[in-house]
């Protein structure tokens, strides 16, 4: 099955183009069919990017998907089109009496702030309270991942001496999670962020459960049974090209960065990257997305009971 999507949402072209199985509103709406419905709370400033690596990997199950793009009520992007905005996302005030199958919550570029310093902090963490009533599992990635579990768990973010910035060897730490179906027993994954969740602080924090970790770069995916999440702190949705985006930004912008590790062939930002990790994201998000399928109840007015 295919997942749901506006017809004019430019992720709909790019990845009908790509294969993915992808479904107007009209069509959808005469399968006589249960979707699964999932929040993408998108709080990253290239909008349009993030929805497509996000639709790109939870609609290529068998299941047919419909998402819901949402952003905080008050905050205003400055990297994508109001009109964008205002065609395809809701503000959290308009979806918050309604249940979600799955949430997804993005990073941000604020790793440098403390959580309670962001200006939609106070909104945010009425999302996550939100969550244990009306979302049957939440998926926080990256900064939304420490955030969620800086807010239920008292886990602190750390700021690094320099940036994590390129591909890095991950461990399967716990191949029968279900949510590790198919992995590897190592696999690569894109890393870039500032700040790092330590594993001591984590197995401090009782029911969390570190399913994929890192000798070099720490922890990357926990599971909270008890809230019903998953938090991963590195980016197994990126595009082949998105560090390298990032890599030309900041030397255009005349930043110090690094070419990022592990990433170009022969470490030679002249070569083009591959993509090493695709594989192990679909596994994932497909892992989760069946999950959910499993467990969820069938009267949406259920969930978070």
């Known amino acids: 099955m295919p997942i749901r999507l506006p017809e004019e949402l430019p ?120 969550t244990q009533t009306h979302v049957h599992s939440t998926f926080g990635v990256c900064w939304g991942g420490m955030a969620m579990i800086n807010y239920f768990h008292g ?46 602080e984590i197995d401090a924090a009782p029911g969390l459960e570190t399913l994929l970790g890192s000798d070099e770069v720490g922890p990357c995916l926990v599971e909270d049974k008890a809230h019903r999440a998953l938090y991963i702190f590195n980016h197994l949705e990126y595009d082949s090209h998105t560090l390298k985006d990032e890599y030309d930004r900041d030397l255009g912008e005349g930043r110090s960065i690094g070419v990022p590790r592990d990433y170009f062939p022969d470490d030679d930002p002249a070569n083009p990257p591959k993509n090493r990790w695709r594989s192990h994201a679909h596994l994932l998000y497909g892992n989760w997305i069946n999950e959910i399928y499993q467990s969820t109840p069938f009267d949406m007015a259920a969930i978070g009971r």
């Open 155 to 200: 886990v602190k973010k750390h700021m690094l001496a320099e940036k994590a910035f390129g591909c890095f060897r991950h461990r399967n730490l716990k191949p029968a999670s279900p949510y590790l179906r198919g992995f590897s027993d190592d696999l690569l994954i894109p890393v870039s962020r500032w700040t790092e969740m330590r594993q001591a």
């Open 11 to 130: 992720a709909y072209s790019v990845l009908d183009r790509e294969g993915v199985m992808v479904m107007g509103e009209g069509r959808a709406a005469r399968q006589d069919i249960r979707p699964l419905h999932i929040g993408l709370l998108n709080l990253m400033p290239k909008k349009i990017q993030t929805e497509t690596q996000f639709a790109r990997l939870i609609g290529a199950t068998p299941l047919q998907i419909e998402l819901t793009l949402i952003r905080m009520t008050e905050h205003q992007t400055r990297n994508t089109s109001a009109e964008h905005m205002e065609a395809f996302y809701q503000p959290f005030h308009e979806v918050r009496a309604r249940k979600f199958d799955g949430l997804i919550i993005t990073g941000a570029p604020i790793e440098h702030l403390p959580f309670d310093e962001v200006t939609y902090w106070d909104e945010l963490t009425q999302v996550f309270d939100w």
